[in-house]
């Protein structure tokens, strides 16, 4: 009811012509079955119509990070026939139009300019590494486009153009640091990642706290994207002993990675070393093989095994429209999260305008999200809690930890730069 | 027009005029800004494969490696550009204002040396010429005064294409990594993300391109060219005739790799960054079957290749997002199978004949141009007949 409130409210400002009650009634009954002229909710040419809006979905379903993206595809198409199912936005029908990035980076801006030019969409949801991102930022600020970006980050971005629907580094990186500290008794660490941008800073921040809490970190090595030939580093482990092995491989490196880790002899589900990762989600553990990760913690906001009302109606949906055999990873549920988070910043606002979006957008909550409550913050990122989880032979998680309050995001941390 | 038609043909001054003529008029009014900001993209991928002609079709060696050149030239624009735009006020909310964001991401605190001269938009500009010839120099000097050649050299330029990429990757600090460099917004303080500037990037890119095709028209009707083709035939007819191979091959190694560094830097000025994944042996093939379409023995071939092959990736990608590679996979496979000879090849066999007919030959108004160049295969009653070329 409060959408239609906003409608009524909405139109009466506008047309002050119409007075007295019998309007205000006529308009009730009215509001009800046919939505608000597209022009009072759309003053800047996007593509809405009377019983539509047009939105984009930007993602790689080709390349090499096609079988991280389809995924979060898959979760935004379910997100966006829920809503319809339940009458849309506004009264209008989402329409997506689906554009490939190819995994190539400059594709992604082309693609993300043909979705804010030509197709004129209220909002995208899409990209899925930092480098797609870095790509189309600026188009998405030139030409004031609303992206709704999924995947954990390394923060240091805030753009008035980008609602970051998973989670920045400090909020992955601090509580996982804290717990293991704590439960595990921790003193030393050590740290690797695949040679880019988000691990780096990852472990940057990671460093930091570590010292902070008077820990140390016994080494730092980073291997190219693509990388297989972890022996050396293993044996360096093996070497340095340390207590914790914190890592955040990406992408098909970590087949490699478990499996190495393993044969050399290294057994996670001993009490040392600890291997905890913020980069392997269920959809890795696919490749990986559940065998050869068992006993490892991960660090992140959703796992799949989740026990509460709203994420049991999420995963037998999406085992519904896309399959059983499916599994559903932290970027996932924050790729689902997208369109409702649009949808109730449309209604909020009452228009779909992105500047109005946009100062709607901060404090927008969802209730219903599986991960369980979210918050935006002023600074577009998400409140959410931070879980832990131990991996499982099955290829799933099982939350043995979880914050009790909601982290802040925080993507500009002091002192942690 | 009398010293053009020293080295072009009649036929050449047609194509020149046709693809003027539909860079300069047809696409700009047929189509919106955001749709010839792309084709002026495409273009700039067309001076590499204009480059592949004279270097693989028509001097016979194979550079797979070429986005090497595209990315060096692409870099240095893009190194100015961001210099530019990373004032101490775009970037105060960084731990050390007044460098590219990416640097104070990966804790660097002083601008690196080698980023200091690119302060200077002339030295910017002398050395997206220099450091490709230069690269490309280095390269060709020590590849063939030894004789390595065939498939040998192209081994080893997809090697430096590879190795190029890790290093860029690697050193993320000074690159800016995978991402490449991103967010130019001015050249001068003239802003190049508006519509404006837009169009006239494209009508300079366009021209280049037409400046581009005349010089090496002009390269490959000099006894240069003739002598590239001979050394591609019969390279040890060439040296048992008392020329220096390797020196030819070295020039003509360099003047593509020059090409390619301008679309490059053409490239980063119309679509605003740059990133390794223009230098890799992925692009750097791609690049080979732009030349490969268009037909590898024709610079205008070779433009209108790229444009095709750009095209149908783009148009089929847009419209079957998870379906497209097959689609463009089909291309190449038909291109190889039905049209071994490209764009050119189909033109030679099937249109050229008609426009030798009604144009240069039926119209009484059309005055001879006197003697006829030589070596001219357009001229050549033959040509139909013979392997188009």
Redesign the interface.
């Known amino acids: 009811m409060r959408r239609l409130k906003d409608l009524i409210e909405n139109r009466l400002s506008r047309r002050s012509v119409l007075s007295g009650t019998a309007a205000a009634a006529m308009l009730v009954t009215a509001g009800a079955i046919a939505p608000v002229h597209a022009d009072d909710v759309n003053t800047t040419g996007l593509a809405v119509t009377e019983d539509t809006v047009k939105v984009g979905i930007l993602h790689s379903?080709?390349g090499t990070m096609a079988i991280s993206e389809t995924g979060s595809v898959q979760a935004e198409k379910l997100a966006i026939e829920q809503i319809n199912a339940m009458g849309g936005v506004l009264g209008r029908k989402i329409e997506y139009i689906?554009?490939?990035g190819?995994s190539?980076?400059?594709?992604f801006?082309?693609?993300a300019?043909?979705l804010l030019?030509?197709d004129k969409v209220a909002a995208v949801f899409g990209c899925w590494t930092?480098?797609s991102r870095?790509?189309v930022?600026?188009v998405f600020e030139?030409y004031n486009g609303m992206l709704y970006y999924p995947t954990f980050y390394?923060g240091?971005e805030q753009s008035p153009n980008v609602i970051y629907t998973g989670q920045e580094a400090t909020q992955q990186i601090l509580a996982g640091i804290d717990w293991v500290a704590k439960e595990k008794g921790a003193k030393s660490f050590y740290l690797l990642g695949s040679?880019?941008?988000w691990p780096?800073?990852s472990n940057?921040i990671a460093r930091k706290h570590i010292e902070k809490l008077g820990m140390k970190v016994v080494g730092e090595e980073y291997y190219?994207?693509g990388h297989t030939q972890f022996n050396s580093v293993i044996n360096k482990i093996k070497l340095k002993k340390p207590d914790v092995i914190y890592a955040i491989v990406v992408g098909g490196s970590n087949v490699a990675f478990y499996k190495q880790l393993k044969a050399a002899g290294i057994d996670m589900t001993k009490e040392k070393p600890v291997l905890l990762t913020i980069s392997v989600t269920e959809d890795e553990i696919r490749g990986i093989g559940g065998e050869n990760i068992e006993g490892a913690y991960a660090a992140m906001k959703y796992f799949q095994s989740l026990d509460n009302e709203n994420n049991k109606d999420f995963v037998s949906a999406f085992k519904e429209r896309w399959g059983d055999d499916i599994v559903i990873g932290d970027v996932t549920q924050a790729a689902y999260l997208g369109p409702w988070l649009w949808k109730a910043a449309v209604e909020k606002a009452g228009s779909f305008d992105i500047d109005k979006v946009r100062l709607a957008s901060p404090g927008i909550e969802l209730t219903t999200a599986p991960e369980g409550y979210v918050r935006v913050h002023e600074n577009h990122h998400l409140w959410s809690k931070t879980r832990i989880g131990l991996a499982k032979p099955d290829g799933q998680y099982e939350l043995v930890y979880e914050t009790a309050d909601l982290m802040e995001p925080d993507p500009?941390p002091e002192g942690y730069? | 027009m009398i010293n053009l038609k020293s080295f072009m043909a009649r036929q050449d001054i047609l194509a020149l005029l046709i693809l003027a003529a539909v860079i300069f008029v047809a696409m700009p009014l047929s189509m919106d800004i955001f749709r010839l900001n792309l084709f002026g993209k495409y273009l700039t991928y067309a001076f590499v494969a204009i480059g592949l002609v004279l270097c693989w079709g028509k001097g016979g060696i194979l550079s797979l490696g070429q986005g090497v050149f595209f990315g060096l030239g692409g870099y240095c624009m893009a190194m100015y550009l961001k210099l530019e735009s990373s004032t101490p006020e775009a970037t105060a909310i960084q731990s050390t204002p007044g460098i590219p964001d990416f640097m104070d991401w990966n804790q660097i605190t002083a601008l690196p040396w080698f980023w200091e001269p690119f302060n200077s938009l002339t030295f910017t500009l002398i050395a997206i010429f220099v450091v490709p010839a230069l690269f490309a120099f280095i390269i060709g000097a020590a590849m063939f005064k030894r004789r390595v050649g065939g498939v040998y050299f192209a081994i080893i330029t997809q090697a430096i294409a590879a190795i190029l990429t890790i290093l860029i990757i690697g050193q993320q600090g000074y690159t800016g990594g995978v991402n490449g460099i991103t967010d130019l917004r001015t050249l001068k303080g003239w802003d190049i993300r508006s519509d404006e500037a837009k169009y006239i990037l494209y009508y300079v890119n366009g021209a280049l391109l037409i400046g581009v095709l005349i010089l090496c028209q002009f390269v490959l009707q000099s006894k240069l060219g003739r002598l590239l083709v001979a050394l591609r035939d019969k390279e040890d007819r060439v040296r048992f005739s008392g020329y220096d191979v390797a020196n030819f091959k070295i020039f003509v190694f360099c003047f593509a790799a020059v090409l390619s560094a301008i679309g490059g830097a053409m490239f980063t000025l119309q679509v605003g960054f740059m990133s390794p994944s223009f230098v890799g042996i992925v692009p750097s093939i791609e690049m080979v079957i732009f030349c490969a379409v268009g037909g590898r023995l024709s610079i205008f071939g070779a433009v209108y290749g790229t444009l095709l092959v750009n095209w149908a990736k783009t148009t089929f990608s847009e419209t079957f997002p998870e379906l497209w590679l097959f689609g463009l996979g089909a291309l190449f496979i038909a291109v190889v199978l039905v049209f071994p000879n490209g764009l050119s090849g189909l033109y030679r066999s099937y249109l050229a004949p008609h426009v030798d007919r009604w144009i240069f030959r039926k119209p009484p108004e059309e005055p001879s141009t006197g003697p006829e160049p030589l070596g001219t295969p357009a001229y050549d009653p033959e040509a139909v007949t013979r392997p188009a070329e």
């Open positions: 379903v080709t689906q554009e490939d190819g190539d980076w400059p594709t801006a082309e693609k300019k043909k030019v030509s930092s480098a870095k790509a930022l600026p030139q390394e240091l040679d880019y941008i780096r800073t940057k190219p994207l500009f730069q």
